[in-house]
């Protein structure tokens, strides 16, 4: 056998080698996402969601400040948030490709556009079903990056990059495969780049059958930024799309008709 023959022998082999471990490696992932949505309820009962309005309590500065939240959620792609503080009442629209705020705190009384990576934050969570049901249709990419420890739990650790190119770390459970935590990070309006862990627990079966967490905690560097704890869930509603409009949009959009 010539120096040629084992050459190409050998390159042969690590082809057959590389093409096994990359089918192994892609059979795991599919294998930890199909488990990763059995455990959320099964597709079948995700996809049978509606709507989804929240009732929620968010704390900051250890509990000092507590804020009641109210969120709506509707296919295709529709949210709508609103928060009261100290009298004032913070808003958030997104109609599937716009979004808008409210925020009294910034002296921002009117309706204001949504920047572009506000927009992408809100384009994912307007997504009821998550990265896991219909990922490549999606744009998403997801990739197995084994295991780790994390606090005394195994966890499967996954890499999911959405068409944005935007990454986020989702670390779930190898036992039960609920998602413990996600590791993001985010741009603020200067241009720079801060990393937010979210702990998600106390995970709760519905009548539905989905299976939702009813206690977040988001970190920064280690910190408690804050905590959200969920007080109701009703499914299925049906709202009018003006609810994700705000009023001064509605009003703007009647002038031009009139026009």
């Known amino acids: 056998m010539t120096f040629t023959t084992l050459k190409r022998t050998a390159l042969a082999g690590a082809s057959i080698f590389a093409f096994t471990i990359g089918s192994l490696s892609a059979q795991s992932v599919d294998d930890v996402v199909a488990k990763i949505n059995e455990a959320g309820g099964g597709e079948k009962a995700q996809r049978a969601i509606k709507s989804m309005e929240m009732q929620l309590e968010l704390k900051f500065n250890g509990g000092a400040v507590t804020l009641p939240v109210k969120s709506i959620k509707q296919r295709p792609a529709y949210t709508y948030s609103e928060a009261v503080f100290q009298g004032a009442t913070f808003k958030d629209w997104y109609d599937g490709k716009n979004g808008w705020t409210i925020n009294p705190m910034q002296g921002q009384m009117n309706p204001a556009p949504k920047n572009d990576e506000e927009l992408k934050e809100l384009e994912d969570d307007a997504d009821m079903d ?27 650790k996954i890499k999911v990059t959405n068409r944005h190119n935007d990454v986020k770390y989702y670390f779930v459970g190898a036992d039960n495969y609920l998602p413990i935590k ?78």
């Open 182 to 259: 996600v590791v993001s990070k985010k741009k603020n309006k200067e241009g720079g780049e801060f990393e937010t862990e979210t702990y998600m627990s106390d995970y709760k079966k519905m009548p539905n059958g989905v299976v939702i967490p009813h206690s977040m905690e988001t970190k920064m560097k280690g910190q408690t930024m804050s905590t959200m704890t969920v007080k109701s869930i009703v499914f299925d509603k049906t709202y009018d799309v003006s609810l994700f409009v705000p009023p001064a949009k509605k009003a703007d959009e009647k002038a031009e008709i009139k026009k």
């Open 130 to 156: 998550g990265p896991f049901i219909d990922t490549k249709a999606k744009g998403y990419k997801i990739e197995l990056s084994g295991k780790e420890d994390l606090d005394g739990e195994q966890a499967y």
